[in-house]
């Protein structure tokens, strides 16, 4: 990453006691720190419930430093600019008190009145904390506020309508951050660099030369302790209507005429108004959803979604998605966007697999081999890289062909470990670039593509569930989804094969 200087700021993060800032606010910043991207001119300040003392809490961001962290020599420098707040959100009061310790914090370290606030909270804090900003003066200075807001932003578009709303109240779209994690990982970054900076790649990028695109993410943990989020959520709204959809828009974009941020954006939000809405009974030709039931992973017994704690034993809630994606626009015409995320599964992958079309003819055909087709891949995590699959001459062997791959790995060639998505994001926030962060067009388009099919979900109990083994890549019907158009899925790991 480049990194400049960045202007003095006060970082104030909301729900600091929480497992998100510990394990990964903390670190990211402090790696800003070493890199001496974070000015030297900054104070953290964390605020949550607990009745936490300054010192306990630079207890607390220690032990998340040392946990993470390789380099240890710099964290006491970075804990004496590590304060904190007990305050109660709901409690109107404790603002007044906040604003007097940002205040004073601002005068200490020459902070120039530049402030980030940071949500790192149940998002149903959001409006109460953002009118307290405004209302009491937190957000009146000489410098920049912006507002980090965490997922999930709304439930669905009248809830995400509702929390705009109130939010805008306050801070202005320029001043809202929204992150989508996905976007600060470097390969997902990097697709736009692969598309528009390779001669070889933009004019094949459209409906005449690529058959479809799919896009798995899969994770082997299941819900954990978050069953009661995940209850209210599901696959659908917990990774469709974020990532998986932000990654389509990346693909699908026209290019941009330049680089700015409203530019970029206005060309994703085409994208996500060209998606061909899918609803009613259409979703279960459309869409596949799962649910892991019990199972053994690695010969460990696993338990299934429906025994895990908070979650009801009947529960109609999917933590696996597979949907066909169609966008209706002159260069996608035809091409399925394929995507499918769960929970459980066999690996722990993300990645992107551009099929190409088959060539017009096949000179190099026999009835042994026929010619696979060529693909692009794209491995966003937890390797990073991009691999091109192309036929070639078997050595002495006639006209023989033989699958090769072309690899590139980003840690192997530019031997740096890739910065975490989070450290990315902070950084483009603290140097006032939006551009990987979600517009509310963004949100408010994906969410009204959604809305159709959890509506039909919600009102259509699932007979089939649990109906995936953890440990395998889905339910049977995700693998017809692709099947019943001529496709299959491509690998995403050693394991990928199981079902
Ligand atoms: N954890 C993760 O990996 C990810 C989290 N997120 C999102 O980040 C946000 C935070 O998640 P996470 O850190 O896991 O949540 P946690 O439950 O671990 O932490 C919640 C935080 O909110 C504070 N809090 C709760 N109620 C109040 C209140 N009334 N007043 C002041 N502080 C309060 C808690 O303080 P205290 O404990 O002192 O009461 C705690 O600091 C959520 O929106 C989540 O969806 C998004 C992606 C990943
Ligand atoms: O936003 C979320 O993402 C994680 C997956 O993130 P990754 O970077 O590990 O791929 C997911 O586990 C979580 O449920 C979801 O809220």
């Not at 001496?36 to 104070?43: D, E, P, R, Y």
């Amino acid at each position: 990453m480049t990194q400049e200087k960045t202007q003095p700021t006060l970082i104030m993060i909301f729900g600091a006691t929480g497992d998100l800032a510990k394990r990964k606010l903390f670190p990211s910043l402090y790696q800003l720190y070493l890199k001496g991207s974070l000015s030297t001119n900054f104070a953290m300040l964390g605020v949550g419930r607990r009745e936490w003392s300054h010192d306990r809490f630079k207890e607390h961001v220690r032990e998340s430093l040392e946990a993470s962290s390789h380099s240890k020599e710099h964290i006491e420098t970075f804990i004496e600019h590590s304060f904190y707040q007990s305050h109660d959100v709901s409690d109107s009061d404790s603002y007044i008190q906040l604003k007097t310790l940002a205040d004073q914090l601002d005068e200490t370290f020459s902070l120039k009145g530049n402030r980030i606030f940071y949500l790192a909270m149940a998002p149903e804090f959001f409006g109460t904390i953002t009118d307290h900003l405004k209302q009491d003066g937190l957000t009146d200075t000489d410098g920049f506020c912006r507002l980090v807001i965490e997922k999930p932003f709304g439930h669905d578009l009248p809830s995400a309508s509702a929390l705009n709303k109130q939010i805008r109240q306050s801070f202005s779209e320029e001043q809202i951050y929204r992150i989508d994690h996905y976007l600060g990982k470097e390969m997902v970054q990097n697709i736009e660099v692969i598309r528009f900076a390779n001669a070889i790649f933009e004019p094949l990028w459209n409906n005449r030369f690529i058959s479809n695109i799919q896009i798995t993410s899969s994770e082997t943990l299941g819900v954990e302790e978050r069953g009661r989020y995940y209850e209210t959520s599901g696959a659908l709204r917990d990774m469709v209507q974020n990532h998986m959809l932000q990654m389509v828009a990346l693909l699908a974009m026209e290019p941009p005429i330049n680089l700015s941020t409203d530019e970029i954006r206005s060309e994703k939000v085409r994208v996500l108004r060209a998606m061909r809405p899918v609803e009613g009974k259409e979703v279960d030709e459309y869409f596949v959803r799962g649910q892991y039931g019990s199972g053994k992973v690695n010969n460990e017994p696993v338990d299934g979604y429906r025994d895990g704690e908070n979650v009801d034993s009947q529960s109609n809630t999917e933590t696996f998605v597979a949907g066909k994606v169609l966008i209706d626009n002159f260069r996608w015409a035809g091409v399925p966007f394929f995507i499918r995320t769960g929970k459980r599964m066999a690996v722990k992958s993300t990645k992107i697999v551009v099929q190409f079309k088959d060539i017009p003819m096949n000179l190099y055909y026999n009835k042994e081999h026929s010619l696979d087709p060529n693909l692009l891949v794209i491995h966003i995590q937890p390797d990073e890289g991009v691999t091109l699959h192309l036929n070639a001459k078997k050595t002495s062997e006639g006209v023989n062909t033989k699958p090769v791959k072309l690899s590139y790995s980003a840690s192997s060639i530019d031997g740096i470990n890739t910065p975490e998505a989070y450290e990315k994001l902070l950084y483009d926030c603290i140097v006032g670039d939006a551009t990987n962060f979600t517009h509310w067009d963004e949100v408010r388009k994906s969410w009204s593509y959604v809305d159709k099919i959890s509506d039909h979900w919600e009102s259509t109990k699932e007979e089939s569930f649990p109906n995936y083994a953890p440990g395998s890549m889905g339910p049977e019907r995700s693998f017809k989804l692709l099947s019943d158009d001529g496709f299959e899925w491509w690998a995403v790991g050693e394991l990928d094969n199981k079902k």
